[in-house]
Nanobody, 123 residues
């Protein structure tokens, strides 16, 4: 499966962005899907994930209540709605797919990755 992220950009603190991850090849409903991010000089960290069935979701504590992950089977696309953005949310955001079909919080559990999209939040 190929993953392509879009929707990143520059936004002021308190603003919102919606990231999209379009899957091609195999339908994304075959995979557990996750969003990770990597800030400047930092490791790549788990942000949010959704199970293959779409019924299970998990979020990093730092984004709970602000970010929402969802999927659209018809469009073969996973979204990350980001509200109340903070400067510390600035990072490159990556979409990933896991053959396990489950939500996993570690990079090694994911088999396919997108190229990333930059999100910059100004104060």
């Amino acid at each position: 499966v190929q993953l392509v992220e879009s929707g990143g950009g520059l936004v002021q603190a308190g603003g919102s962005l919606r990231l999209s991850c379009a899957a091609s090849g195999r339908t994304f409903s075959s995979y557990g899907m996750g969003w990770f991010r990597q800030g400047p000089g930092k490791e790549r960290d788990f942000v949010a994930g959704i199970t293959r069935s779409g019924t299970g979701r998990n979020y990093a504590d730092s984004v709970k209540g602000r970010f929402t992950i969802s999927g659209d089977n018809a469009k073969n696309t996973v979204y990350l709605q980001m509200n109340s953005l903070k400067p510390e949310d600035t990072a490159v955001y990556y979409c990933a797919a896991s053959n396990t079909g489950l939500v996993r919080t570690t990079q090694g559990s994911y088999d396919y990755w997108g190229q990333g999209t930059q999100v910059t939040v100004s104060s």
